[in-house]
């Protein structure tokens, strides 16, 4: 029996349903003293059976008490989400406001990142006092200010947001459920200022932690980013082509802090101490030598999560390893799910909000798939030993069935039980995993220890510790070269749309049944009728890329940019604009666009469409370009694609140049009429002006996209009478466009407005929305309604917002 995992499994449920059960204090309680004495009854010897059904209804609502704080906030006045004001200039740093530091600093990309807890914000008449947590983003390096310190910002202070788009990663929702409802951005360093110093061990520690990245900074070593990452747990500034490169081969996990290097740290002093306590035969005699080495073991593990700073996937993995080692010393250690049930309910009490966590979901599920994969693939790898051998032969089968063959199965299993999440979260399968794990997670194994070990000698004896350092790098350096010629292989991963509920669930349900199909012929029959529901699910994705007769234009929330998939009524599709940026960290084609096609069953673009080739419209098609089928790329041929254009012509893409008396390669798309309106002239260095404008026009309904053209580009537009029914609204709606008689000439019944919230040029201008206004157009806002969608069969529009829908 194992009481914990229906524990377990009811807490779990309980944080992800309670959006749909609301359940006040005094109800809750009422409602778990309720579901209590079915309980209790069962709890007698000749009901136990039950206690695997009685036990849900407590703790569920246990789930649902611990995180509609969460979810349900009722946040006090002096909250510091209630400060939050758009100052009339724009130009404007900010309000000034107080904070104790919680988390940080977190460096990347010449930006610092700290977590708060509000203590005062100025206002008009004053300073007042404030609460709750706050995530601080500041351009440029701040050294001055640590955990533990009381700092003074001024920034914009705003609510945390997503884009809102099918598919994407819901930052907003995340920052929500770990109690942050207020994000600020410094504009610059020289605006953070520290007023007092912490104390106490956390600023020992954060002192220690300092020491140690000032020492690997110090140091000549090579990787010194991804070093850091493994000791004290800063990833932020990992190189993305190295950060890309882990993840196409399935070995990311090895920069991240997790259950992983936490079992590394142990095993090393397990075998380190049980190895001085076999020297004393006193000591064997007085002690369980395991027993001790074990407990000995856990002491580095959470020295080592301190060191990281104690993220919350460093803590998880130091409460998984705790409790192994725990059930161990009460020689309950052979009931491995219910140790990670035990895990998982310390985990789930201490942050109800794990359900949601990518790293605990991959964590958990790569432990599980160990533990139940491993006794049941292991047949098909072990090699009897049955018969006479010679002694090399025998040597090799001891040493395959004690060494190779675990950790070849180990590596399979975690592999197996995570593909179908990470499939889900990032759309990628990574065919070199297998062989890239089974080399790399050995060394890391080596390098962790050498890390650690290194960072304290740096404080009493420095060139061994440099030694150790070097040598640590030198590993790094090694294992590098190992990912990146698997990441280079021609299929070192594939990119997969993103898999449905109910089709994870197939999934592991084949995997099930496959690893157990020697153990009952019912097994082989379900195996059957699982892999006949996947066809026919595969079926019927493939039925509607075939195309549902109408014409759908989605309107991508990608910020301050622009992108669109029109999808036609024949199936095809078409892409124009990519939206993009000036983060460097942040591309708009691999965080929203990507994400969006993917969800939506999409591999292929047969159009790619460039407006004109500005970093807002063009910034996120490469990423697209590298993952995606492209079969023909359109632009009006003024400016430069630069790697843009590297990628079409690596893959071979034809490019198309329209405008300028140039017409499209095709002049309807499944009964959609295509026409190239714009540019018919040159307009020298203005580029905006120089915008591909298209018209798609499907029976009674038409739609213009005009890119960014502004005043002198609309006057030559309402000379090819641009009528249409529906308006992308020209240059995101700037006071220099989408003048009186251009709108007056397309008669537009709806106007959509491609804008980033609270955008530091003010688009859409408070004018322009008023022309909208008087030609009693609808506007609709990508910055307010997410992603927005016109489907039409031509006659009539049908217009959706993904956020006010």
């Not at 009811?10 to 309680?29: M, W």
């Not at 509607?544 to 234009?553: E, M, P, T, V, W």
């Not at 580029?687 to 502004?710: A, C, H, K, P, Q």
Request: aromatic content about 12%; charged content about 20%; glycine content about 10%.
């Amino acid at each position: 029996m194992r009481p914990l995992v229906p524990v377990f499994i009811s807490l779990i449920l309980g944080t992800l349903l309670a959006q749909y059960v609301e359940l006040k204090d005094s109800a809750g309680y009422f409602l778990f003293a309720v579901s209590l004495v079915p309980l209790l009854i069962s709890l007698a010897r000749p009901l136990r059976r039950l206690v695997w059904i009685t036990v849900a209804p407590p703790f569920f609502v246990i789930g649902v008490l611990l995180i509609t704080p969460y979810i349900r906030p009722e946040l006090p006045a002096n909250h510091i989400k209630n400060f939050i004001e758009q100052p009339a200039d724009r130009d404007s740093p900010g309000i000034a406001f107080e904070g104790r530091v919680l988390q940080g600093p977190e460096y990347s990309n010449e930006r610092t990142r700290f977590e708060i807890e509000a203590g005062r914000v100025l206002t008009e008449g004053g300073w007042k006092d404030a609460s709750g947590r706050a995530l601080v983003t500041i351009e440029g390096r701040v050294d001055s200010v640590t955990k533990g310190d009381y700092a003074g910002f001024i920034g914009r202070v705003n609510e945390p947001f997503s884009f809102g788009n099918p598919g994407e990663f819901d930052y907003a929702s995340m920052l929500k459920r770990k109690g942050i409802y207020a994000t600020a951005y410094v504009k610059d360093g020289l605006l953070v200022s520290k007023i007092e110093e912490g104390g106490g061990p956390s600023r020992w520690i954060e002192n220690f932690r300092a020491r140690i990245r000032g020492f690997i900074d110090a140091s000549n070593t090579r990787h010194k980013e991804p070093l850091k990452a493994l000791i004290i747990g800063e990833q932020r500034g990992i190189e993305k082509g190295l950060r890309d490169a882990f993840a196409r081969t399935g070995t990311a996990h090895i920069l991240s802090i997790s259950g992983l290097h936490a079992g590394i740290v142990a095993f090393f002093f397990y075998r380190l101490f049980f190895s001085f306590i076999r020297l004393s035969e006193r000591a064997l005699l007085v002690f369980n030598a395991r027993k001790l080495s074990l407990a000995l073991a856990l002491g580095p593990v959470v020295v080592y999560g301190l060191l990281s700073g104690f993220p919350v996937p460093a803590e998880r993995a130091v409460i998984m390893v705790a409790a192994f080692v725990a059930t161990f010393m009460l020689n309950r250690g052979r009931d491995y799910f219910n140790i990670l049930a035990l895990a998982g309910v310390i985990m789930v009490l201490v942050y109800p909000y794990s359900a949601w966590d990518i790293s605990f979901q991959l964590s958990f599920a790569s432990v599980a798939g160990i533990i139940y994969l491993v006794p049941r693939l292991g047949k098909y790898l072990e090699i009897s030993d049955d018969g006479p051998k010679g002694k090399r032969e025998a040597v090799f089968i001891r040493r395959w069935n004690s060494s190779i063959a675990p950790a070849l199965l180990v590596t399979v299993s975690a592999s197996l039980a995570t593909a179908p999440l990470v499939a889900w979260h990032f759309n990628m399968v990574s065919l070199a995993g297998l062989a890239a794990n089974m080399i790399a997670v050995p060394i890391s194994g080596l390098i962790i220890p050498l890390l650690f070990i290194s960072s304290f000698l740096s404080f009493i004896w420095q060139w061994p510790a440099e030694a150790l350092l070097t040598l640590s790098g030198l590993l790094f350096e090694m294992m590098a070269r190992v990912i990146g010629f698997f990441s280079s292989l021609p299929f070192s991963f594939i990119r997969v749309t993103t898999p449905t509920l109910l089709e994870i669930a197939l999934l592991y349900a084949l995997l099930i049944a496959l690893v157990n199909i020697r153990r009952s012929r019912l097994f082989a029959y379900i195996a059957v009728c699982v892999f006949v529901a996947i066809l026919a699910d595969f079926g019927y994705w493939k039925y509607k890329a075939s195309g549902d007769g109408s014409l759908r234009a989605t309107f991508i929330s990608v910020g301050q940019g622009e992108s669109t998939l029109i999808e036609f009524p024949d199936g095809k599709r078409m892409l124009i604009d990519g939206g993009g940026g000036f983060n460097p960290e942040f591309d708009a084609g691999e965080r929203i666009v990507a994400p969006f096609l993917w969800s939506r069953k999409i591999d292929s673009i047969d159009y790619m469409v460039a407006s004109h080739a500005q970093l807002d419209h063009i910034g996120g098609l490469k990423f697209i370009a590298d993952n995606f089928g492209v079969n023909e790329f359109w632009w009006n041929g003024v400016g430069g694609l630069k790697s843009l254009g590297e990628s079409l012509s690596k893959k071979g893409v034809p490019i198309r140049t329209i405008g300028r008396g140039q017409s499209p390669p095709v002049s309807e798309i499944g009964a959609v009429k295509v026409e190239a309106l714009h540019p018919l002239k040159d307009y020298g260095y203005d580029i905006n002006n120089m915008s591909l404008v298209l018209r798609f026009t499907y029976g009674g309904e038409s739609i213009l996209f005009t890119g960014d053209i502004g005043e002198e580009g609309e006057r030559e537009l309402v000379k090819t009478a641009p009528g249409a029914t529906v308006l992308k609204a020209p240059h995101h709606g700037s006071k220099g466009s989408s003048g009186l008689k251009f709108l007056e000439k397309v008669g537009p019944s709806v106007v959509v407005v491609s804008a980033g919230r609270n955008n530091r040029f003010g688009f859409p201008n408070k004018d322009t929305l008023e022309r909208y206004s008087a030609i009693k157009a609808r506007v609709v806002r990508t910055d307010n309604d997410g992603a927005i969608t016109i489907e039409t069969n031509g006659k009539g529009l049908q217009v959706r917002g993904y956020l006010t829908q």
